[in-house]
């Protein structure tokens, strides 16, 4: 696809706002954009909203279990599990046949937040039914639960230092991230 800016500069567009990432992110904001004045009235992010509902959910979980469960992180959720236990909204153990490990669970202030919440959280989500319709909210449920499927089943996308000019990587003019690749040219 050609677009032209300023009348004179012709760019060729991949069709980015209609790639699959920016597809989901756009969605994900579409859907998101309907809760956030709730979530701010209970001043609770949206990271600590997925905590909550899910530990209301179960009897408790391992952090590791709980940053599977809602999509953390591990720092990120040691962050949000730190805040939240200091308003005694959840609270932490260590399990007691390992203790290098931890169990995390909704405390009764918890619940009751939930509680508190749910009307508000219900209303917004009979809203986007709604509008959206309970069969295509099924069918796109169920379609993304296929997608998330098949992408667990490929293998990662890794690719070597070896695989990747150097030049390439001068191209985005930042310092790297994370650990040094190993140079493809030996000294």
Do not use: C
């Not at 709604?130 to 998330?148: P, S, V, Y």
């Amino acid at each position: 696809m050609d677009h032209y800016f300023g009348g004179r500069v012709k760019l060729r567009v991949r069709g980015f706002t209609k790639s699959l990432p920016m597809s989901l992110l756009v969605a994900r904001e579409a859907v998101m954009g309907r809760f956030r004045s709730t979530l701010r009235l209970f001043n609770v992010t949206e990271q600590q909203w997925r905590v909550l509902r899910t530990l209301s959910a179960v009897e408790a979980l391992e952090v590791l279990e709980l940053a599977e469960a809602t999509g953390l992180l591990a720092p990120s959720l040691s962050r949000i599990v730190s805040d939240l236990e200091e308003r005694e909204l959840i609270s932490r153990r260590q399990v007691p046949h390992d203790l290098r490990r931890a169990e995390v669970s909704i405390t009764e202030r918890g619940k009751e937040l939930i509680g508190a919440m749910e009307p508000h959280a219900d209303a917004i989500y009979a809203e986007i039914l709604a509008a959206f319709g309970k069969d295509k909210m099924e069918q796109l449920q169920t379609l993304l639960k296929e997608l998330t499927n098949e992408l667990q089943k490929l293998p990662p996308v890794q690719h070597e230092a070896e695989e990747i000019a150097l030049e390439h990587l001068k191209l985005s003019g930042s310092p790297q991230r994370g650990r040094p690749r190993r140079s493809a040219v030996q000294p």
